[in-house]
């Protein structure tokens, strides 16, 4: 099989990867433009990249941290991508609290919440679509992205930047961003690590396409970011 790219050998050069790639890009888009607006990846697999990132030297106070998508619980709960990010990094290191744009969860309804948190993403960016500096996006076994779950009515969400999307199979709300917020993005970077994405990420690289089973078909990452165990 021919990947559009080479995976890493293992997970740590990987990692070891994504973290000096994330700082140098930090620090050039910094350096031409004051500022770097980051959406961010939950779920697992990033957690170890954000570690790394606390250990590193970056301009903290002219970096911007959004949530690409977040569960609906409380900012303290395990599930939480929020708190994720905040166990590995943000407690870590010294980031104006103004910098932290976390998805306000405790509203009074999920739409709501959603409502608010594209209200923050429309006061920091002003055109038609967020022009991200740096998009980072898991996907799950089952080919999500973001929250972008199979057969959600998200999928189809044309206008608005970021919703809260029905999963059925959790019987529960996500939040996410949508396709047109994530396709205005310069630079989109892919991370998918182990062996359970095997067959998802078989289906979205070679299968028929069918993005309303496999959502991450419809992502055109600028790179990827795979190690050995998820091609197989
Ligand atoms: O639910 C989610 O799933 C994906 C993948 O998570 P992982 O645990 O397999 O890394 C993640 O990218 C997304 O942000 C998250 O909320």
Redesign the pocket.
């Known amino acids: 099989m021919q990947y559009p790219f080479e995976p890493f050998a293992d997970t740590a050069l990987l990692q070891q990867a994504v973290t000096d790639s994330f700082c140098q890009l930090a620090e050039q888009t910094v350096a031409k433009n004051g500022v770097f607006r980051v959406s961010l990846?939950?779920?697992?697999?990033?957690r170890r990249v954000y570690e790394m990132l606390s250990q590193r030297e970056l301009p903290w106070d002219r970096i911007h941290w959004f949530w690409?998508?977040e569960?609906n619980v409380p900012h303290d709960h395990d599930d939480s991508?929020f708190r994720m990010v905040h166990t590995a990094l943000l407690s870590k290191v010294d980031i104006p609290p103004q910098n932290i744009h976390a998805v306000p969860v405790d509203v009074e309804s999920p739409a709501k919440a959603a409502e608010q948190y594209e209200q923050t993403l429309r006061q920091h960016f002003h055109g038609p679509v967020p022009d991200w500096d740096l998009v980072l996006?898991?996907?799950?076994?089952d080919a999500?992205?973001?929250?972008l779950f199979p057969d959600t009515l998200g999928l189809g969400e044309q206008k608005r930047w970021f919703i809260e999307n029905w999963v059925p199979k959790f019987d529960a709300f996500?939040y996410t961003m949508t396709y047109p917020a994530i396709e205005s993005a310069r630079n989109t970077w892919f991370i998918i690590t182990g062996e359970a994405?095997q067959d998802a990420l078989k289906q979205v690289l070679f299968g028929a396409e069918d993005p309303a089973r496999y959502p991450s078909q419809r992502i055109r990452p600028t790179r990827w970011f795979v190690d050995a165990a998820a091609c197989g």
């Open positions: 990846s939950g779920g697992s697999t990033p690409g998508d569960r991508n996006l898991g996907m799950g076994d999500h992205t973001a929250s996500r994405k």
